[in-house]
């Protein structure tokens, strides 16, 4: 059994009140923050601890902090992205429901060391339930001196406050969650400057995931040196996984990094194996924006060695034959899941949620989705395979945010690993409109993969 | 697409405006435009649409241009610009949904209810459209009914068509 700093009490009845939530060891971290350490010494540990953001970018946290800018007489924000909406990733959603003292704890910590006094939780809009629990919580630890003006008689003062987005992914982007914060479209800035020198209203900003939030409280509860331990490498800690597809246990999980991608999907610890006695075709480790991966290339590298879930072993190989641990959102496919279909949907998502500001993402996300849309239907040629490789490398680095970048790679990877299957849907139109092309033939354990850059 | 000549004339009432109040007080002053977003939502709450009318009593309360209500009530995709059904379901229709069956909800919604994707019904109770990810693809498929956002689970046929019996009766 893997240790569990986050979710060690999601079962316990009542967690998600203030009163359980203390008995189980809660708001300790306050305590400690507030009366022993001093915003540079909570800097400090968070540093130590390795901690990667669990949004999706990996960057370090501490190191996040410590860019922020200082300028006397200016106010700073912490603001929290909880606008979960990568497709496979539902972490967030799920700590918030469950414990939302633990993000609430963790804001607290977290403020205290950047030195903000007013900070926001933006939520996005369609989890209103949550944003109930949340208003809720903030107002039993407000009541009981968790929040308001000087906190635990030590003269800090923090007021917290619950944003709801409007349903939009690219809100996600912590600069267009700022101008959406701001009242505005959720347009990305150019950056920089960066929100650690001018974020919302133009002030010193933060902008963390929940779940990085969430796992400050054990850092300072068990001290940084601590939380490093755990973990592998640069991939410290534990992270949940949001498991989806068709897998015997979906749900969120708990791992400690390092832990083998085989161990995952076929532990009954975990999600317990491929539902209804299936084969594992593929998957997509890290949210749908990543690359996704046939079966061989998750469990094994290229070379045989076995994959394990950290920030390095999954991106291992590079775009060829890896992917990335992006926030988590761990996406399994059947043998009976078509490749063209998924990537048509997760294209046609990406066109929706494009902001329309940079060309090659407006349009070519829109002409992704029309060629994939084609060739899923039976009316594909060959030559809009390479018109699809054409179209996804002409946007990968050409926009201001990643919505670009994450946009071609789910297609990029699709025609990498499965072209075979693209092909037969054009050469076999009408048997594809009745038929799955089931296992690839990359999906089968083979000798060596290739290993070529094809950029 | 928002037409700015359909005009129906909405009230605030005094309980709502009140909400305004709070929500406005949360954002440091000259701010208050960061208001904008929660307003629509208690609009929308209120009037199960946002009307244009509505719209610019926002941006009177705000002290702001329309427009700059209009291109935030558009940029959006939870905004809804026409009046729906009063229980507006929303079922996720993104790649992990799908692989356990989301498509088959959406069509047997479509000949439960009679009506095409956006339409609503004859008696004035149901409306639905496919929405993207709802952050719950380890219990899809899902779907939502708002303005409360009530939230369900792991659908299968039968359970969708207990729910709208219910809803039926509520």
């Known amino acids: ?455 | 697409m928002l037409k700015v000549e359909e005009q129906t004339p909405v009230q605030f009432s005094s309980e709502l405006l009140a909400k305004f109040d709070d929500v406005k007080s949360r954002y440091p002053e000259g701010k208050q435009k960061s208001a904008l977003l929660p307003l629509l939502h208690l609009v929308q709450a209120e009037f199960l649409w946002v009307p244009t009318s509505a719209m610019d009593k926002i941006a009177e309360y705000l002290n702001i241009q329309p427009i700059e209500v209009y291109e935030v009530a558009t940029f959006y995709t939870m905004y809804f610009l026409k009046p729906q059904g009063k229980f507006a379901l929303e079922v996720c229709r993104t790649g992990p949904c799908c692989l356990v069956g989301a498509e088959k909800i959406l069509d047997h919604l479509e000949n439960k209810l009679g009506i095409k994707e956006g339409e609503v019904t004859a008696d004035g109770l149901f409306s639905f459209r496919g929405v993207e990810c709802l952050a719950a693809c380890g219990f899809g498929p899902v779907l939502q009914i708002s303005p409360e956002y009530t939230f369900y689970e792991n659908l299968t046929t039968e359970s969708v068509d207990k729910l709208i019996e219910d809803l039926k009766n509520k």
Request: some cysteine.
């Open chain 1, 1 to 455: 059994m893997s240790r569990k700093l986050l979710l060690e009490h999601i079962n316990v009845p009542g967690i998600n009140t203030l009163e359980v939530y203390r008995q189980k060891g809660g708001y300790r971290a306050v305590e400690k923050a507030l009366k022993t350490l001093t915003p540079e010494e909570v800097v400090e540990e968070v540093k130590k601890s390795g901690l990667r953001g669990r949004g999706g970018a990996g960057f370090p946290t501490g190191m996040k902090w410590s860019f922020l800018a200082k300028p006397e007489g200016v106010a700073r924000y912490l603001v929290c992205n909880a606008d979960e909406s990568e497709p496979g990733t539902f972490k967030d959603r799920y700590l918030m429901t469950y414990i939302p003292h633990a993000l609430i704890e963790g804001m607290i910590v977290s403020s205290f060391a950047l030195g903000a006094k007013v900070s926001y939780i933006y939520v996005r809009g369609e989890m209103m339930p949550q944003i109930r629990i949340l208003e809720k919580a903030i107002a039993e630890a407000k009541a009981a001196g968790w929040l308001g003006k000087n906190i635990l008689g030590t003269g800090y003062d923090l007021e917290l406050y619950v944003q709801p987005g409007g349903g939009a992914y690219i809100c996600g982007e912590e600069t267009a969650l700022l101008e959406s914060l701001e009242g505005k479209r959720g347009n990305p800035r150019i950056k920089p400057p960066f929100p650690a020198i001018a974020g919302l209203y133009g002030c010193p900003t933060v902008v963390n995931n929940v779940e990085s939030i969430a796992a400050v409280v054990p850092i300072i509860n068990d001290g940084g040196e601590e939380y490093a331990k755990i973990g592998i490498g640069r991939s410290t800690g534990t992270k949940l996984i949001s498991a989806s597809g068709n897998l015997v246990k979906p749900g969120v999980y708990e791992i400690e990094l390092g832990l083998p991608v085989e161990e995952f999907i076929y532990s009954d610890e975990y999600c317990g194996g491929i539902a209804n006695g299936k084969k594992l075709k593929a998957t997509v480790a890290g949210g749908s924006s990543v690359p996704i991966l046939p079966a061989n290339l998750t469990l094994k590298y290229a070379n045989g060695e076995p994959r394990l879930m950290s920030y390095e072993s999954l991106s291992e190989g590079g775009f060829a034959t890896g992917t990335m641990m992006g926030s988590g959102g761990f996406i399994a496919f059947d043998e009976d899941q078509c490749i063209v279909r998924n990537t048509w949907n997760f294209a046609r998502f990406y066109h929706h949620e494009s902001c329309g500001q940079c060309s090659p993402c407006r349009e070519g996300t829109g002409w992704m989705e029309k060629i994939l849309h084609k060739i899923e239907h039976g009316h594909g040629t060959i030559e809009d395979v390479d018109l699809l490789w054409d179209v996804q490398r002409k946007i990968e680095g050409n926009t201001i945010c990643p919505l670009g970048d994450a946009a071609a790679w789910p297609v990029a990877s699709a025609i990498r690993h499965f072209r075979d299957e693209f092909e037969w849907h054009i050469k076999e139109p009408i048997k594809s409109q009745s038929q799955n092309y089931g296992l690839a033939n990359y999906a089968t354990p083979i000798e060596k993969a290739p290993v070529t850059e094809e950029k």
